[in-house]
Structures are given as C-alpha cells and as structure tokens.
C-alpha cells in the first residue's frame, strides 16, 4: 500500500523484498562510447565520473573486492543483510555481452547479492544484452538504468550526449517488452531548459513505459566542459535556488503516472568537486524539506497525470 505522497524507493522495493536492501556500488572498468572516439572523445559536458564514484570502487579490484569493500562501507548500518550492486561508473553495458555475462553473474553469486542495477546510455543496450539481462531477470532483480538526461534534442546536442531521445524511447519500450525492470535518468536544469520545458519533460517521461524516474538538480562538477563555460560566464547557465528546485520537483511529481517509482529527487556529488550549486543540505534535509513542502501544497504524484 501506498504510504507517502509518491512512490518511494523504499515502497517500491518492498513489492520484491521483504527486507531492506542496500545499494553497493561496482565499477568495472568499463568505457564509455562518448568518451573513448566511437562517438567522441570530450563526454558529456556535465560529466566527471570520479564525482560519482564512490572512494571504495577501485576500477582496478575484481567485482567482489569492490563489494567486499562497500560491505565494510556498511558495516555501521548491520540491519542491511540484503544488496543490489550498482554497476555505476561509466556505461556498464558497453562490452561484448560474454563480458557482462562474466561480471554480472560474478555479482550475482556473491552471498547476500540479491540483484543487480546497471547504470548505461540508451544507445548501449543492443538486442543480444536486453536478452542477457532478460533471462537473468528470471531469477533476480534486475534494473536497467537509462541515462535520458533530456527528452529534448536540442538540449541533448548542446551537453554533448551523443544521442538523441528518439534512442532512449526505443531503449525503454524495447527493455519493457522484454519484461526488464528499467529506471530512467534525467538532470533538472540543463542549459537552455527553462521550468515549462523541464514539465514538458515530465509529460513525456509520465507516458513511457519505465518503472522508475531518477530525478537530480544539475551540479556543476570540476574539471568538466560545463565548469570552463559557467566559471567564465555564470550566467549563461542559471541554477535553481534550493526552494525553486523544490517546487519544480513537486510539480514534475504531480504530472508522473502514479505507478513510476521516484527513486530521489536530489544528489550531491563530494564538496571537493561541486562548483555550484551550494545549497548547503544534506539529501535528508532535502527530502525532509520537500515533503513539507508537499504537505503544504497537499500535492501527490499523479494529481495532474493524463493518460
Ligand atoms: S555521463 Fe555517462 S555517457 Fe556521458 S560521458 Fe559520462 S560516462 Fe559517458
């Protein structure tokens, strides 16, 4: 049953566990094709992977190294006796698919693995790893993460992302049909995306088939393209003020089709790599912030979906 004013991870998860399952994240040493020349070599221009990567993945240690690391990483919350592992750096489905068979299931076999989330660009998922991730969705949780980051083509050529959102429609339906549990990603305040944009958005992420939006502010990180740009021009990318990102949250929440889980609303990449925004909270006192702010408003996911 449906608790809070939106679908919450917790809830979400609950309809396949019994218990509370911890994320643990991995990264394999996977590339990525808008950084490596098959696409281009500059990446997104918001992209700096070591901002979102946690110290204890050492792309050089083996999969169940890195776990055995975040395990101690953990050790201060002992109630957690179940764990997905997050494959997050990078686009974790770009290697022959015997590859990701080895890596995955090496996961999968770790005691107390229960599942797996995989982090990837839409362009990445070719029929032959839907179907891996398919059949072992059979046995395990899996969720295929999707990078949107924009549903508009215009926004998407200007960060540099490499494809277009008519590739990340195909990538959702076609994981969807195959019974893939997919999550979509999307970054509020790109360049040139104003409030009615982002709810034209929301709108259309509302309408597609994913079970599970992974909403974040745009941040400014170090040593990428966009910081060059907004430390020699601050103003040709404004930013939200902590209580306008609140409100919009509220508002995308309300056009989202109930039934999508909103795995977060906010991130916070370390302060030694954040440039802006600084809103000075932690992600609970965001979240504790936007659910006064929902209760004021008497809001709730769906109020303004339209099927
Ligand atoms: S955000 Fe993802 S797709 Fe873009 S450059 Fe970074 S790793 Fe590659």
Redesign the pocket.
């Given at each position: 049953m449906k608790t809070s004013a939106y679908l919450t991870y917790p809830e979400f998860m609950r309809r396949y566990f019994a218990q509370r399952v911890q994320k643990i994240s991995v990264n394999p040493g996977f590339s990525?094709?808008?950084?490596d020349g098959k696409i281009s070599v500059g990446?997104?221009t918001?992209?700096n992977?070591s901002s979102f990567s946690p110290d204890y993945c050492l792309q050089g240690d083996s999969i169940t190294e890195q776990v055995k690391k975040g395990l101690q990483f953990f050790a201060h919350k002992p109630d957690y006796k179940q764990f997905i592992v997050y494959f997050q750096?990078?686009?974790n489905t770009y290697a022959p698919v015997d590859v990701l068979q080895k890596y995955y299931n090496e996961a999968l076999s770790i005691e107390g693995v229960v599942g797996l989330s995989i982090g990837t660009?839409p362009d990445c998922v070719p029929q032959e790893v839907l179907e891996l991730l398919a059949d072992l969705s059979k046995k395990h949780f899996i969720l295929l993460e999707l990078?949107v980051e924009s549903t508009h083509n215009d926004t998407l050529q200007r960060i540099n992302?490499?494809h277009d959102f008519e590739t990340s429609v195909d990538a959702i339906c076609r994981a969807h049909n195959m019974g893939i549990l997919t999550a979509a990603h999307l970054i509020i305040g790109l360049p040139g995306e104003d409030r009615s944009k982002i709810l034209e958005s929301a709108d259309k992420m509302a309408h597609l088939p994913i079970d599970m939006l992974k909403l974040h502010q745009l941040q400014i990180i170090k040593n990428t393209a966009m910081a060059k740009q907004f430390l020699a021009d601050p103003s040709s990318i404004p930013l939200f003020s902590c209580d306008e990102y609140i409100d919009l949250c509220i508002d995308i929440m309300e056009r989202l089709n109930p039934n999508i889980c909103i795995e977060r609303f906010v991130s916070q990449s370390p302060d030694t790599w954040r440039i802006a925004p600084n809103w000075q909270l932690k992600n609970y006192e965001f979240v504790h912030r936007l659910e006064a702010r929902i209760k004021e408003r008497g809001a709730f996911q769906g109020r303004l979906f339209q099927i």
């Amino acid at each position: 049953m449906k608790t809070s004013a939106y679908l919450t991870y917790p809830e979400f998860m609950r309809r396949y566990f019994a218990q509370r399952v911890q994320k643990i994240s991995v990264n394999p040493g996977f590339s990525c094709p808008n950084r490596d020349g098959k696409i281009s070599v500059g990446g997104c221009t918001f992209c700096n992977n070591s901002s979102f990567s946690p110290d204890y993945c050492l792309q050089g240690d083996s999969i169940t190294e890195q776990v055995k690391k975040g395990l101690q990483f953990f050790a201060h919350k002992p109630d957690y006796k179940q764990f997905i592992v997050y494959f997050q750096s990078f686009s974790n489905t770009y290697a022959p698919v015997d590859v990701l068979q080895k890596y995955y299931n090496e996961a999968l076999s770790i005691e107390g693995v229960v599942g797996l989330s995989i982090g990837t660009r839409p362009d990445c998922v070719p029929q032959e790893v839907l179907e891996l991730l398919a059949d072992l969705s059979k046995k395990h949780f899996i969720l295929l993460e999707l990078g949107v980051e924009s549903t508009h083509n215009d926004t998407l050529q200007r960060i540099n992302r490499g494809h277009d959102f008519e590739t990340s429609v195909d990538a959702i339906c076609r994981a969807h049909n195959m019974g893939i549990l997919t999550a979509a990603h999307l970054i509020i305040g790109l360049p040139g995306e104003d409030r009615s944009k982002i709810l034209e958005s929301a709108d259309k992420m509302a309408h597609l088939p994913i079970d599970m939006l992974k909403l974040h502010q745009l941040q400014i990180i170090k040593n990428t393209a966009m910081a060059k740009q907004f430390l020699a021009d601050p103003s040709s990318i404004p930013l939200f003020s902590c209580d306008e990102y609140i409100d919009l949250c509220i508002d995308i929440m309300e056009r989202l089709n109930p039934n999508i889980c909103i795995e977060r609303f906010v991130s916070q990449s370390p302060d030694t790599w954040r440039i802006a925004p600084n809103w000075q909270l932690k992600n609970y006192e965001f979240v504790h912030r936007l659910e006064a702010r929902i209760k004021e408003r008497g809001a709730f996911q769906g109020r303004l979906f339209q099927i």
